[in-house]
């Protein structure tokens, strides 16, 4: 069986955010099976990583911005401002899906792990992701 629901994630600073619980408030999840996430947008990307100490947002955001800065002198695609062409890079690196076990009703994530919504325009609005369940 396989079930579809697009989720909308209120917009958010450009950063890195925890949505585990966002998703899992808007889902019902079976005993077992899996959930894929997908995102619909090319300047913002999902991923897994720590969720406990905030200061691993603040740094995941430092980080990226060092290896990809905005202004660059050779980007052409930037119509829509400095932070354009480089969300589109930032968002390929860091990825549009995750696929996630789900084991007696609960998502398989590791103790340290969450779900996040990685932001990378000034003002990206709401988001859109398609979260897939296949029992």
Same mark, same amino acid.
């Given at each position: 069986?396989?079930?579809?629901?697009?989720?909308?994630?209120?917009?958010?600073?450009?950063?890195?955010?925890?949505?585990?619980?966002?998703?899992?408030?808007? #889902?019902?999840?079976?005993?077992?099976?899996?959930?894929?996430? /997908?995102? !619909? =947008? %090319?300047?913002? *990307?999902?991923?897994?990583?720590?969720?406990?100490?905030?200061?691993?947002?603040?740094?995941?955001?430092? #980080?990226?911005?060092?290896?990809?800065?905005?202004?660059?002198? /050779?980007? !052409? =695609? %930037?119509?829509? *401002?400095?932070?354009?062409?480089?969300?589109?890079?930032?968002?390929?690196?860091?990825?549009?899906?995750?696929?996630?076990?789900?084991?007696?009703?609960?998502?398989?994530?590791?103790?340290?792990?969450?779900?996040?919504?990685?932001?990378?325009?000034?003002?990206?609005?709401?988001?859109?992701?398609?979260?897939?369940?296949?029992?």
């Amino acid at each position: 069986m396989i079930s579809h629901q697009q989720l909308v994630i209120d917009p958010k600073k450009r950063g890195f955010h925890i949505i585990t619980h966002d998703i899992l408030s808007a #889902i019902d999840l079976p005993q077992s099976g899996i959930l894929h996430l /997908f995102i !619909k =947008h %090319t300047s913002a *990307g999902i991923t897994i990583n720590e969720n406990t100490d905030p200061d691993v947002c603040l740094d995941f955001e430092s #980080i990226f911005n060092k290896l990809i800065p905005e202004n660059l002198p /050779f980007l !052409k =695609h %930037t119509l829509e *401002g400095p932070d354009d062409m480089t969300a589109h890079v930032k968002a390929s690196l860091v990825g549009s899906s995750l696929s996630i076990p789900i084991i007696n009703y609960k998502l398989a994530l590791g103790t340290w792990q969450g779900i996040y919504l990685c932001e990378f325009r000034n003002r990206g609005g709401a988001r859109k992701i398609i979260a897939t369940i296949y029992q």
